[in-house]
């Protein structure tokens, strides 16, 4: 069965890439191989033994959690081994990460893919793992901000400079640039009802796990009117996307443009299945 109005949207998976699950270099190849469009990593660079922030998903903290490989070095070493997907955060943790270092990471990572890096952010929900790295909670989005517009200004200027409360330096020379001109994109991955002024400010997208939400995409088309700007020129991202060809047509005609359907962190036996069942529904969608 084929769906009409499906040809522009594109398809990928999540993984949490852990030391104990398949490999991030073998699921690369096994999303590429299967015609799909991207494959993204979430990051944790520890969880506090102490933590008291309770774990948004209910019950008790994952191990994935604190077993995940650093994101870039996983997405780079997947880069090397693929030529068409998409690599992305979803989603990085700018506000425990040095601005500066980030810029870099992350023009290494397009430049090496290629220009394939997309960079989901986030502030994050764990505070005493932020503590950890010295990050102010109550103002982590405050924070998050001027680091993207500081890392903006590395990837597009010769010289670039950057002065604001949280991230303040002179100019500065920094390469590689990006094969992205301006950078990758910038997805923000929250469902907040301050996301939508965010966004609007200084996003590329959105990556709302589960679903838009009622009255959501109202309040975006808002947010960017008054600031100019379109739904049209953004990436809507859904994170966790429903297993039915039905349900994905419907996101779709919410207004999604990518569908990103989750797999286990797992070994190869439990993550392949999975990977063949979400190929399975996107041909089905695609006819």
Request: net charge negative; proline share 7%; charged share 25%.
């Amino acid at each position: 069965m084929a769906f009409s109005g499906v040809e522009n949207a594109r398809f990928g998976v999540s993984i949490f890439p852990t030391d104990y699950a398949m490999q991030p270099v073998e699921v690369a190849r096994e999303v590429e191989a299967r015609g799909l469009d991207s494959l993204f990593f979430p990051e944790h660079t520890h969880i506090p033994a102490s933590r008291a922030t309770p774990f948004p998903g209910g019950g008790d903290l994952p191990p994935e959690y604190w077993h995940a490989h650093d994101p870039f070095v996983a997405l780079g070493a997947c880069a090397a081994a693929t030529e068409k997907i998409r690599l992305g955060t979803g989603i990085c943790l700018v506000i425990e990460r040095d601005p500066i270092t980030l810029a870099k990471e992350i023009a290494s990572l397009d430049m090496i893919s290629g220009g394939r890096a997309v960079i989901g952010i986030g502030a994050g929900w764990n505070r005493e793992e932020m503590e950890n790295h010295g990050a102010n909670y109550r103002n982590r989005w405050r924070i998050v901000r001027e680091k993207i517009l500081a890392m903006r200004e590395i990837w597009r200027e010769d010289e670039a400079e950057y002065h604001g409360e949280f991230v303040d330096f002179d100019p500065i020379w920094s390469y590689p640039k990006p094969v992205q001109e301006g950078g990758p994109p910038i997805w923000i991955g929250a469902n907040s009802k301050w996301v939508f002024e965010r966004i609007a400010d200084y996003a590329d997208g959105w990556m709302p796990i589960g679903g838009m939400g009622s009255g959501n995409m109202e309040r975006l088309e808002e947010a960017l009117e008054a600031r100019g700007r379109k739904v049209a020129d953004l990436d809507l991202a859904l994170f966790g996307s429903p297993m039915q060809a039905e349900q994905c047509v419907g996101r779709i005609e919410q207004g999604f443009d990518e569908l990103v359907f989750g797999l286990p962190p797992a070994p190869a036996d439990k993550v392949l299945p999975v990977l063949d069942r979400v190929a399975a529904v996107v041909e089905e969608i695609r006819g």
